[in-house]
Each structure stands twice: as C-alpha cells, then as structure tokens.
C-alpha cells in the first residue's frame, strides 16, 4: 500500500458535551492514517478554544463565533487537500449549516446519545454541576442542542462501540468518494509499511 | 512546466501599517502560482481580524492574541504542505518569535518603509487621524514599533517596486529549497499551461 494523498474534506462531529466526539474523532483519524492518509488534522472543542477562541464564552453568539472560526480553519484546510476532523458540540443548527455552507466537502456527523445516558456516565462531573445550575449555558440542561435534520451519518454512542462508529464514518467517505475503498486484506500493515508511515508521521510532527 | 506540490513553509510579513505587506504578499503570491504553485493562502490582517479575531483591539494583549492565532493557522498549513503567507502588523519581536518557534518552516520579511513616508503617502488617512490622537494603540505613533533583530529577507518599499521586494522573496524561497529555482524562460507559460492553471485554481475555489 502506497501512503497516498487523499481529497480534502471535513468530517463535522457534532453532539452534546460526553457524547464522544472526541474519541470517535480520534478513531477515524487513526484509521485514515493506517490506510496511508496520514495529514489529517483534529481541531477538538478543546484545542479550538486555546487556538483561536480564548476569551469567548457559551453564549449562542460566542458559540456562533466559535464555530465561525473553526469553518474557517477547515475551510482553509479542505480546500488545500488536507483531510480534517471538527469535533465541537456546535448545537445550533443555522451554524452548521453556515459551516457547510463555507466548506466544500463536508460531511456532518450526528453524534447521538441519550442525556440520561450521559447524566449517568458523566466522565467530568459537569452535568451534575450543570444540574445544580453551577454552570450557566450547559447544553442539554440549561442550552438548547438542535439535532441535525439530515446527516450524512450518525453514530449512536450508547449502541456502539468507538471502533465501530468509526468504520460508520469511513464507509461513508468510502462512498461518497473522498478516500479509497480498502479490503480488510489491504488494510493491514507490514512492518516496513509501518515504519514508513511512522517516519512519514514524524518529519510531519505528529510524533517525536 | 507542471504544476507540482512544493513544501509548506510561512512567509510572514511584519511591518508598519500602509508598508505596503499585503501589496507585495499578494505579488508573492502570484508568481508562486505563475510557477505552478497554487495552493498558496495569504492570511492579512484584515482577513484575519475578520474570520479569527473579532472583538480583539489593539492592546499588547490583544495583538499578541492575534498574532498566536494566525500562528496556529500558519502552522497547520505548514505543517500540511500549504505555502502561505502572514501580513500582519505584528509589531512585537518576542510574539514573532512565538510564531516563528510554532512554525516548522518560517521566513521573517521586514517589510521597511520610512514613518515619514508612510506618514507623507497616508493612502487610508489613518495616520493624520493616529496624529490627532484620534485612534488610540496606533503602531509607529502612539504604539510600540519593534524592529526584526534578523529576518530572512528585509525589503525596503519606498526605495523597491512591489514586484522587486518579491522577487527577492522568492531569491530567498529559492536558497532555502522551499521552491524550486526555474530561469527566466522556464517561468513564462504557454496558453495551454495557463488554461490548465487557472482551471485549478477554479477547481479549488480561488477564481470564479
């Protein structure tokens, strides 16, 4: 297997705070690049707001503005070939589709999970804070989270697993053409492949 | 000639304002495309104030904010191949050298010009209002200018024509192998090859 450029393109996460986008996000990204696309980049609801939006808040304006940047930075992005994942709880739904509207291969995923589910999980302890009103603008108790109408695909996090979700989501760009179909033969590495592509990730940066 | 993917690097500009960075960012920019590469962004001021940074002012703070947040975005480009180009003010050595440490491949240009002149030409009549007290935080004037200790390139627009100033741009591009070198008779193109330019550029949303 050849490590091989792929079209540009932004794979949209969007889905309440816990839901998993992150995790999910960081999936796909590894399995891109072990089928050889090796630049994609991951611009989470956390880098993006040490990067390029500290100060704002989670206000429907600052979230607006917050979501305005990160279009930006994909749009920058896809349209220069460079795969990217965006995963930002992005509730509105005018501003994804402000996003869509800026970005040229773009393709929303719904990442769906039951607020009881995550009320229960709560990795962070934030819903519980949110509950006890602590944490003003919290999405899905004291902000409002529009599903997407029409997503090009969604996970069910309380379903599936991570790794599943993900072969969701690269099935998807497999058919609307953004990467390469692969037999699960093909898919596996040799070790010289491996090597290649771990060099390949570090003259990128990616890894010391 | 093909048009061929060159490395990522950032050409960043620093300057005063009316010095002419986005002028001759844009010139830069054009003859990296007549060379065949055409995924160059330029990333100016007011872009960026527009899509990363609103609400900013024109504190230290403020613009060192600013600053990382162009930084971030260089970056990225960079480190995925996309040539593009910083015009900024950017005023303060130590936030430039933040950027240039970000950056993998970082080319400082010294965009020099005269205050008298920049005064004398006053093209957007900000300087008669930063004269007047009239804008506060005003680079030159009533704001801190600091000069780079060591660019790459330093270009003096009262005493160059833009397309001079760039042409010693890409001289330097050219010793650092960022771009290749092509003679003179090379970088004219044939009708067919500025057909099949200019459709990429379509293809990738630059011209209509």
Do not use: Q
Not at 61 to 66: F, G, I, V, Y
Request: with cysteine.
């Amino acid at each position: 297997m050849d490590t091989h450029k792929s079209k540009g393109f932004t794979v949209w996460f969007t889905g309440l705070s816990g839901s998993g986008k992150t995790t999910v996000a960081r999936v796909v990204c590894d399995k891109l690049r072990e089928r050889g696309i090796m630049n994609v980049e991951v611009l989470d609801g956390d880098l993006v707001r040490t990067n390029l939006s500290k100060g704002l808040g989670f206000s429907k304006e600052d979230r607006d503005t917050n979501i305005k940047r990160i279009a930006f930075v994909c749009h920058l992005l896809t349209r220069n070939g460079v795969p990217n994942i965006a995963a930002a709880i992005s509730p509105y739904r005018e501003i994804r589709d402000y996003a869509r509207g800026e970005i040229k291969h773009f393709i929303e995923v719904y990442v769906k999970c039951p607020l009881e589910v995550l009320i229960d999980r709560d990795v962070k302890g934030l819903y519980k804070k949110a509950i006890a009103g602590e944490i003003p603008h919290f999405t899905g108790i004291s902000d409002p989270y529009e599903e997407p109408l029409n997503p090009e695909v969604m996970i069910e996090t309380d379903k599936e697993k991570p790794e599943e979700s993900a072969d969701k989501i690269l099935r998807k760009l497999e058919a609307l053409g953004y990467i390469p179909r692969v037999t699960r033969a093909e898919s596996r590495l040799s070790p010289e492949e491996e090597e290649k592509i771990k060099k390949r990730l570090r003259d990128l940066g990616y890894i010391e």
